[in-house]
């Protein structure tokens, strides 16, 4: 097992392999950029090391800073969490040119998972459905045109190297192509520097269902099971649950199966997730994520699988601690806690937390890294935790989650907080009625209900503030108390 891990990430997710570190009995080496030097991964860590400036490209995106540090604090492999350096094949084999362990997959399965076109040729020669288009980049109009027409539209213009809904474009008809090719290859070259496009049929009622695998050096390559991720906002995720309503044992066994499938087809060693889209008892391989997962949480919850453990177990050559997890135990949902504001369109909303209180209690689990006093910075995506809660069944989850979210007090930001009230306060989303357009067919419902629930929050913090004055009140008091008993006693004599 490894002494030394470096962490190349930031907020819960840095937090949250640091714990698993922890348990294992490795110490853990934190990076952090200017706008980070106060928060808790950087304090967590047994030794940490700033990374210079605040801007992704020259902190976390910054490969040579990164092995740089590694080298320096002796440590003798790295875990990238999920996104910024996750699931770049250059730094997966930076890290193998300089004698440090990428705890993930090989730099080879990352950049073939990388590029999508390339995935879906090599899930289809593997005998695995993929949903129905180009096979190639689309390199001008015409040639979008012929394959669009031949799809049939409504359809999807996505970039080749792109992760995570980034430049996704919905195209219902055929004069909106070339707007949406142009501004996906904008989004694509300056967020992944790659230009290349194609397109894929857009099934509009789908569900977005995913399915863990683990695999170690052995070859032995196992499933967790499904997560349910339709509630998505501009292609994001923003709720998952685990297991999936509309799941049935057959069902699961089969997607697992393929799952599995998939991961055999490249060699796959480490944690990932093969992404599928269902439909009316058919389902499509759409992506797989070479990476943990933001909502790997749920998963562990129904299981009791540390997947973070299992990640580093297997980086350093360890066989897989689980053979079959085995049916679900229990319901749990994930709600994404985020800076920004729900009644525009989502919009970031940074600032500092002037106050910040988690829920707990039976069936919580708060995966966070922030603090009362944190900034939270523009520069990242403005996560301010996890919130996981965990039931017998569905029903009991969404209960439990809706007592979390009444108990969760977060002042300064505005935060989604809102949304996910009025999501679990929604008769389609209790009755398990979810697609990837949940949002869009509800949106009436859920602004209305949004709006009554922040005058909620506002009566709620006119208390907490009326709470506050008290308790400042009381605190003046008891020090004006001590004052003049400090003075009677030295006018006494007495220290």
Avoid at 92 to 100: D, H, P, T, V
Avoid at 106 to 126: E, P, Y
Avoid at 333 to 352: M, Q, S, T, V
Avoid at 483 to 488: D, F, G, P, S, T
């Amino acid at each position: 097992m490894f002494k030394k891990v470096l962490v190349a990430n930031r907020g819960e997710i840095a937090v949250r392999i640091m714990r698993a570190c922890r348990e294992l009995g490795i110490r853990t080496v934190g990076v952090y950029s200017d706008a980070d030097r106060n928060s808790i991964a950087a304090k967590y860590a047994d030794e940490s090391y700033e990374l210079g400036g605040s801007r992704p490209a020259e902190t976390y995106l910054n490969i040579r800073k990164i092995i740089a540090i590694a080298k320096k604090s002796g440590a003798e492999a790295i875990h990238p969490g999920y996104g910024f350096l996750a699931e770049n094949p250059s730094f997966a084999y930076a890290c193998e040119q300089a004698g440090l362990t990428f705890i993930g997959p090989s730099s080879g399965a990352i950049r073939l998972m990388g590029n999508k076109i390339a995935a879906r040729k090599v899930m289809a020669d593997a005998g695995i459905p993929v949903i129905p288009g180009s096979f190639e980049p689309v390199n001008d109009l015409e040639s979008a045109k012929r394959v669009a027409s031949s799809t049939g539209y409504p359809v999807l213009v996505k970039a080749a190297a792109g992760g995570g809904g980034i430049g996704i474009s919905v195209v219902e008809e055929e004069r909106q192509l070339e707007e949406a090719i142009s501004a996906t290859k904008k989004v694509a070259g300056s967020t992944v520097g790659d230009t290349s496009v194609f397109i894929e049929k857009f099934i509009p009622d789908a569900r977005h269902i995913e399915f863990q695998v683990l695999a170690d050096n052995e070859g032995r390559v196992v499933s967790l099971g499904e997560r349910e991720c339709s509630i998505q906002r501009r292609h994001q995720k923003l709720i998952e649950e685990a297991p999936s309503p509309v799941m049935t044992p057959e069902l699961r066994r089969t997607m697992g199966e393929v799952a599995v499938k998939a991961a055999r087809a490249i060699g796959y060693v480490n944690a990932g997730t093969v992404e599928f889209i269902y439909s009316n008892g058919d389902f499509y391989f759409l992506e797989m994520n070479t990476r943990i997962q933001v909502e790997h949480p749920l998963t562990e919850v129904v299981t009791g699988v540390d997947i973070a453990k299992e990640q580093i177990r297997i980086a350093a050559g360890l066989p897989l601690s689980v053979r079959d997890a085995g049916d679900p135990v229990g319901w749990a949902i994930e709600c994404r806690i985020n800076a920004e504001d729900p009644l525009n369109n989502f919009a970031p909303c940074p600032g500092k937390l002037r106050g910040y209180r988690s829920p707990g209690g039976i069936g919580i689990r708060v995966d966070s890294g922030v603090h009362t006093g944190y900034y939270v910075p523009p520069f990242y995506d403005p996560m301010i935790s996890k919130l996981i809660a965990h039931g017998r069944n569905r029903d009991e989850a969404i209960e439990r989650m809706r007592r979390a979210l009444y108990e969760y007090v977060i002042v300064g930001v505005k935060t989604n907080i809102p949304f996910h009230k009025a999501v679990m306060n929604c008769p389609a989303f209790r009755e398990g009625k979810l697609t990837t357009r949940f949002i869009d067919h509800f949106q009436v419902f859920l602004e209305k209900e949004m709006r009554r629930v922040i005058e909620e929050e506002r009566t709620l913090e006119e208390k907490l503030a009326s709470i506050f004055r008290e308790e400042k009140k009381v605190a003046a008091a008891s020090m004006a108390v001590k004052a003049y008993l400090e003075q009677v006693l030295s006018e006494e004599g007495i220290s």
